[in-house]
């Protein structure tokens, strides 16, 4: 490359570069036979997928153990309509078996994913096994008492920043 008033010519030697170690690579579909929805063990779980599909996908069949049994971190990148809204009701579940009174926030990118998460999660998971869901973004902040009594928060990354910036204050957020 040739740069405009470029005066000086200075080599680099690469010889002793040192580079960072490269992460590990990305976990491979397995080809897993899929699980059916009996693998949930409650009927109240099946009963908020029946007539929608029979068995789960193959990224939640994947993940389903570490989702559904165990209280381990999950980053679960997919494309779009591979089954992570379902993935991550499959988390809640297992947060409301296991750490009953606890919180689970649902981070939505833009005000338009929220209201769609409000809508689906009203009208279904939380209306069928009386979960209570608040929304918290630019156009809608809850009182202290709705955050308080809801089950799911689902937010914005901008207001979730915000509240949770405080956390040792706010009991609502220990909770998560």
């Not at 296991?98 to 005000?111: F, R, T, V």
Request: contains cysteine.
């Amino acid at each position: 490359d040739t740069w405009l008033h470029a005066e000086e010519t200075l080599e680099l030697p690469l010889s002793g570069l040192q580079l960072p170690a490269r992460g590990p690579p990305h976990t491979e579909l397995l080809d897993l036979d899929p699980l059916p929805l009996a693998a949930l063990g409650k009927q109240q779980y099946m009963e908020l997928y029946r007539g929608r599909f029979t068995h789960f996908n193959p990224i939640q069949t994947q993940a389903f153990h570490t989702l559904f049994h165990t209280d381990e971190s999950v980053l679960l990148g997919a494309p779009t309509g591979s089954g992570k809204t379902i993935s991550s009701e499959l988390a809640m579940m297992r947060l409301w078996e296991a750490h009953p009174g606890d919180k689970a926030i649902y981070i939505a990118p833009l005000k338009a994913l929220v209201r769609e998460r409000m809508n689906d999660w009203g009208k279904g998971l939380c209306k069928r096994l009386g979960k209570r869901i608040v929304e918290l973004t630019g156009d809608y902040t809850p009182d202290l008492a709705a955050l308080l009594s809801a089950d799911i928060i689902i937010a914005t990354p901008e207001k979730w920043d915000g509240i949770s910036r405080n956390w040792q204050s706010r009991g609502y957020v220990k909770k998560v």
